[in-house]
């Protein structure tokens, strides 16, 4: 059996700018309308773009009548960051699988949500789900630009500022928060570092079971990408030469691709993929 992750190719049907630095792309076509989403409103899937063979994770921000969007920081550079910084509409692209993680407990009294830009697209879809419960939500969203109208209509936020450009401070603002009384939920994504030392605080000084909270590093800072680190080509030949299948042989690609790409993308240590 393969253990290919299932993928879906499609079309990037619009590009809309939405701010200084973020780009929404809807997406969309036949290959797209076997997609199945998890319902879990944090849920990502990898996205590789034309001319690439490493996937960029990507919050599904919706998935509604086959159309699936995503919200891409345009940062400095990067394999997506380039491509979506550019007119990339009618571009057709690869999707794979989505997979969730937010995972709120029952009985929990009140909801914490912190995140950088690029967690954004994943809190305004956590807070869009909470709508009809009581819960309350409040938000910390560290972002360059004014997105004020981003997320829903009277969601208690606080904007932050980043530090500078590809930089956050996340980690000393949850360090400082007045935490609600009795138990409840903390969600928490952006750059990796932030994230370990967050991690740390919430288990020393908070000491929260690790179902309390899911802290997710979703992109390092400084950390230069090696460009295709698994190449496809040698995987093919060596898998050629001991006659294996092409299903074994993208099998072996995917796991080496997926063991390099966890590595890189440093995801939390309560990974539910
Ligand atoms: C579960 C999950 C969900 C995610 N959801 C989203 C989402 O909805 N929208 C979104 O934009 N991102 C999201 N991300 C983050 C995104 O996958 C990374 O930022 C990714 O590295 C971007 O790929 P790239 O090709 O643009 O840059 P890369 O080729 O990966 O990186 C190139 C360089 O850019 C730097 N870099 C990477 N990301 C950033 C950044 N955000 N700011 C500054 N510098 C950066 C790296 O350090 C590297 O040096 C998510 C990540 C995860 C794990």
Excluded: N
Excluded at 154 to 183: F, H, K, Q
Aim: aromatic share 8%; charged share 25%.
């Amino acid at each position: 059996m393969s253990t290919r992750a299932r993928q879906y190719d499609a079309q990037v049907l619009r590009r809309e700018q939405l701010s200084a630095h973020l780009v929404r792309l809807t997406l969309g076509g036949p290959g797209l309308a076997a997609f199945e989403s998890t319902g879990i409103p944090d849920e990502w899937v990898g996205l590789v773009v034309p001319g690439q063979f490493q996937s960029r994770y990507y919050t599904v921000r919706s998935w509604t009548g086959g159309e699936l969007t995503v919200d891409v920081v345009v940062h400095e550079t990067g394999l997506v960051t380039e491509w979506a910084a550019r007119d990339c509409a009618g571009d057709t692209v690869t999707v794979t699988e989505a997979k969730g993680s937010f995972a709120l407990p029952e009985g929990a009294a009140w909801l914490l949500l912190v995140g950088d830009l690029t967690a954004l697209p994943a809190m305004a879809r956590i807070t869009e789900t909470m709508g009809a419960t009581p819960l309350p939500v409040r938000i910390w969203a560290e972002v360059p630009d004014d997105l004020a109208g981003y997320l829903p209509d009277g969601s208690a936020v606080t904007w932050l500022d980043p530090p500078g450009e590809g930089e956050s401070r996340l980690a000393e603002v949850v360090e400082g928060i007045d935490w609600p009384a009795g138990e409840g939920y903390f969600w928490m994504a952006g750059e990796s570092g932030q994230m370990r030392a967050i991690r740390k605080h919430l288990m020393r000084e908070r000491r929260l079971p690790s179902t309390a909270y899911d802290v997710m590093g979703y992109w390092r800072a400084g950390a230069q990408r090696q460009p295709r680190a698994v190449d496809p080509g040698p995987v093919y030949r060596a898998g050629k030469a001991q006659g294996k299948t092409d299903e074994q042989i993208w099998a072996d690609y995917d796991a080496q691709h997926d063991a390099q790409h966890d590595h890189q993308q440093d995801h939390t240590a309560r990974d539910h993929r």
